[in-house]
């Protein structure tokens, strides 16, 4: 069983950049597909990014593609997402997520009989205007 931990949130200036980082624990993140959502007060919870087993094929929201990249290091049991042009609107609490397959964390927020795997606990980005 892979255990996941969100770090790198915090407090930063609109325009600017944080990457997160989602480390797992266990022998087996690399079977994992992963992907970042987040959940701003008062609304649900939303899919922003996933990437596939190996270091390939990824998928993004419209509401951050082009300011967002998903990465993971396998020799590293960690996942990545970069966020640049951040703005006030990206403030919200950050999650990470495993499941064996991509699909279920693209529809995790639209189908509410899926439900990835793993969730880690959060990270909180604050973005100031």
């Known amino acids: 069983q892979v255990q996941l931990a969100e770090s790198g949130g915090g407090l930063v200036q609109a325009g600017g950049s944080l990457r997160l980082s989602c480390a797992a624990s266990?022998?087996?993140?690399?079977?994992?597909?992963m992907g970042w959502f987040r959940q701003a007060p008062g609304k649900e919870r939303e899919f922003l990014a996933a990437i596939i087993r190996g270091c390939g094929s990824q998928l993004y929201a419209d509401s951050v593609k082009g300011r967002f990249t998903i990465s993971r290091d396998n020799a590293k049991n960690t996942a990545y997402l970069q966020m640049d042009s951040l703005k006030p609107a990206d403030t919200a609490v950050y999650y990470c997520?495993?499941?064996?397959?991509?699909?279920?964390?693209?529809?995790?927020?639209?189908?509410?009989?899926?439900?990835?795997?793993?969730w880690g606990q959060g990270t909180q980005v604050t973005v100031s205007s």
């Open positions: 266990g022998r087996t993140f690399s079977n994992y597909a």
């Open positions: 997520a495993a499941d064996p397959k991509l699909h279920t964390l693209v529809v995790a927020t639209t189908d509410k009989d899926t439900d990835p795997e793993i």
